[in-house]
């Protein structure tokens, strides 16, 4: 297991982070096992070529310990503390990483060691520092949180009151917007599972908030001219957007998105990045209860998600966001924006991925646009040992068949789309019904095409309405031409 934890560490880290790594290891400091070093050159290979393989504990035995007799709980030792020393070094490049967390540690060593004069120094230095700050986020709310929880324990530990008592309405001033922040994230994440009828353990936040007069909170820190204010209401906003009144969930939705939207917002743009991807969570379980009349607001959440997404800190798009993007504006028939999406962000993809991508949503263009040979052709171009979002291709496949009359292949494809469903561990509860019900759907379409089976089409088509199969205005559109 620790080898493995290893391997998976090494794995992780880029050439830079690798160099970095190897000075780490090779510091007296942190590593004065030398046999350590030398376990870890052997697994990475040279200093400007890294390149992690399998442990060979008898190998390496013998490289670092020559021809003494090979103990198998030697190379066990030395992995288990390189192993240690790897965790170490994640830490602390987190930790060095964010120079709020370095500045408060430093202040409370200060402190501890009563070197007054640096801490007072400190003190003014970090308070001008964030004072500069601003834009408002919660990684900002949490730097000042544990700085003025320093300066009070350093303030009270000295009997100064003064400067005690006016940190602690500055840290009650704090805790206020990190609390119902937090409280307003986990509402949404549970009202979320609680919606599609997902079995939670007993949880607290939900009933907790349904007996607190937000409102009054709301009212009260609005006519207090709250310093946290604007970030508070955003959250809130969309907190009140889950209101079991449409009418009353319209306006404050409204309210998210004018907040949102706002090019003077004072709310930092990694802020409105993730009350982004909150957006879309909520706005997508709607969607799955009601495809039709949540689609297009689901479309347009998710691209302003992607117009906030370089504020995201992450290095690649998410295959999740691109291919629900693209799905949503060929669904809602927007080629030309599909075909410039594709162009334009499947270069931010990760490079493996990218090739599969770009035949991926072409076939879904040229499928919606009656191009149905085309879209097979695309299809038949992706690479599924690679391809991470192959359960999306079968339902484009078995329609492009259909449209196209080769009923023997659409019938042989039901067949292992059944099979795959079943077996696809992704698929499950609602989702799962949703592409049986496909399936079995378009199976009848194709059996009444080719004699096989007498349907009733306009049965057919209530039955469709009255559920939420994938693909319902495909079935809904093709059931009509029966008609």
């Known amino acids: ?89 994640l830490a602390y490049k987190e930790f060095t990483g964010n120079p709020g967390d370095e500045k408060n540690k430093l202040l409370k060593a200060y402190d501890i060691r009563n070197i007054d004069k640096l801490f007072k120094k400190l003190e003014i230095s970090e308070r001008e520092k964030l004072a500069e700050i601003n834009s408002i ?81 709301d009212e009260i820190l609005k006519n207090n001219n709250y310093k946290y204010y604007p970030l508070f209401e955003a959250y809130y906003c969309l907190y009140r957007s889950i209101d079991e009144n449409e009418q009353t969930a319209a306006l404050y939705m409204e309210r998210f998105m004018a907040i949102l939207e706002d090019k003077d917002s004072v709310i930092e743009k990694s802020e409105q990045f993730v009350l982004s991807t909150i957006l879309v969570n909520f706005i997508h379980y709607l969607y799955r209860k009601d495809f039709i009349k949540y689609e297009r607001k689901l479309f347009e959440a998710f691209k302003l998600l992607l117009k906030l997404y370089k504020y995201s800190g992450e290095k690649y798009l998410r295959l999740t966001i691109y291919t629900n993007l693209l799905r949503f504006g060929v669904q809602l028939k927007e080629f030309s924006w599909s075909r410039e999406f594709i162009k334009k962000y499947s270069p931010m993809l990760e490079e493996i991925h ?56 659409a019938l042989n494809l039901v067949d292992s789309y059944r099979h795959f469903i079943k077996n696809e561990k992704y698929f499950k509860g609602e989702l799962k019904i949703q592409y049986k019900s496909f399936i079995e759907f378009t ?41």
């Open 1 to 89: 297991m620790a080898e493995n934890n290893l391997l998976l560490i090494l794995k992780s880290l880029d050439k830079k982070e690798m160099k970095e790594f190897r000075l780490f290891v090779y510091s007296p400091f942190f590593n004065s096992n030398q046999n350590v070093s030398r376990l870890f050159d052997e697994i990475t290979g040279s200093r400007n070529n890294f390149s992690v393989g399998k442990i060979d504990n008898r190998e390496i035995h013998k490289k670092i310990y020559g021809k003494k007799p090979c103990k198998e709980e030697n190379i066990k030792t030395l992995i288990h503390l390189l192993t240690k020393l790897a965790e170490k070094y």
């Open 137 to 217: 986020n919660l990684n900002i709310l949490y730097r000042k949180k544990w700085f003025e929880k320093a300066v009070i324990d350093y303030y009270s530990s000295r009997g100064i009151e003064k400067e005690l008592h006016q940190a602690e309405i500055r840290l009650s001033e704090i805790t206020i917007a990190v609390y119902f922040i937090e409280m307003f994230r986990q509402y949404n994440m549970f009202w979320r599972l609680d919606y599609v009828d997902y079995e939670i353990d007993k949880e607290l936040v939900i009933p907790v908030l349904n007996i607190t007069d937000i409102e009054k909170i």
């Open 354 to 409: 990218r090739e599969n991508m770009v035949n991926y949503g072409m076939c879904f263009v040229s499928f919606a646009e009656g191009n149905f040979e085309v879209a097979l052709k695309y299809e038949s171009k992706i690479d599924y040992k690679t391809m991470q979002m192959r359960y999306y291709m079968r339902d484009v496949r078995l329609c492009s068949l259909y449209e196209l009359g080769e009923h023997e292949s």
């Open 443 to 483: 199976n009848e379409l194709i059996r009444f095409k080719n004699g096989s089976k007498r349907v009733n089409p306009e049965e057919l088509l209530n039955r469709i309405n009255s559920t939420n199969t994938i693909r319902k205005k495909w079935l809904i559109e093709k059931t009509k031409e029966l008609i």
